[in-house]
């Protein structure tokens, strides 16, 4: 499948944001070449892989697009940019969305693969996480914001289950250098308060 975007872009007047033109005016063929799983996508690189999950960091410069490429396992998105990005699935409409560091969707690629583009329609740099689930989940993910400040420390008990740390501001010594961390089942961790930051935590199955 091959999606290309069209030239003319509308004003929005109520949100003064530019929208590409209906998904009716993109021309979509099917070619084998354009069926790229997300890993093998320029735009996203594996930054973490385990029996649990596998972690894509993905960065969109302002105004690019990716090319089409295929979403299929159960994932929790994590944006770590202040951005407005468009997606583009064939045969639907296009969505336009602001996000801000911290905001997480959870969705069902794994259920439903999908293949689509994703574009930046912002000034800056779009940064995000794909933390793609290897295990079936028996409840909806948890996540929960754990603020430090300077000198104050903040422990993680042991827990049987999964949990991925990402830094939203700042990075806190124990997740450098890359700003993330996976904690195994029954493990515990001691973030480090000598700068204020803030981290998102999820917990998984």
């Not at 999950?53 to 994932?75: C, F, K, Q, Y």
Request: hydrophobic share 40%; proline share 8%.
């Amino acid at each position: 499948m091959c999606l290309t975007l069209p030239k003319e872009t509308t004003m929005n007047p109520k949100t003064k944001r530019w929208l590409f033109a209906p998904l009716t005016a993109i021309v979509i063929a099917n070619t084998a070449a354009a069926q790229v799983p997300v890993n093998n996508e320029a735009h996203h690189k594996v930054v973490l892989e385990n029996a649990y999950v596998r972690v894509l960091e993905g960065h969109i410069a302002a105004h690019d697009t990716t090319p089409p490429h295929i979403h299929a396992a159960n994932s929790v998105v994590i944006f770590l940019s202040a951005s407005t990005f468009g997606i583009a699935v064939a045969g639907q409409q296009p969505v336009i969305t602001d996000v801000k560091p911290g905001d997480t969707k959870y969705v069902d690629y794994g259920d439903k693969p999908v293949t689509h583009i994703v574009w930046n329609q912002s000034e800056n740099m779009f940064h995000f996480l794909v933390v793609e689930l290897k295990h079936p989940q028996e409840k909806p993910i948890e996540s929960k914001y754990i603020d430090l400040t300077p000198g104050g420390d903040y422990h993680l008990s042991k827990s049987r289950h999964a949990r991925f740390l990402v830094a939203i501001t700042g990075n806190p010594h124990a997740l450098r250098p890359d700003g993330f961390l996976f904690i195994p089942p029954q493990s515990e961790l001691t973030l480090d308060g000598a700068d204020s930051s803030r981290c998102l935590l999820l917990e998984l199955d």
